[in-house]
């Protein structure tokens, strides 16, 4: 991932971003302490490496660290893979 603002960002997934499954993180992210997401830094460039979740819907948000009133959120949807 990639932040091309010069402010800060949280993204969140919880369930996908908990530490149990997440298998690798490098570069300008760094885990939260509510255990459901990562900061990516002002004009960062990150991996996050995480297990693949059962199908379902997850909720995921990104927020932005100067002005958290405004959330943008959305809901990822896992389907089972083709055979």
Known sequence: MQNRSTTQFVLTAPQIYETK???YH?????HVASNEGYTVKQNGKGEIRA???????YPFGC?????????FRGTLTL???AR
């Open 79 to 81: 389907t089972r893979a």
């Open 26 to 30: 490098d570069g300008d992210v760094v």
């Open 21 to 23: 499954n997440v298998l």
């Open 63 to 71: 927020t932005s660290l100067n002005d958290t009133s405004k959330p």
């Open 51 to 57: 297990r693949t979740n059962a199908a379902g819907q």
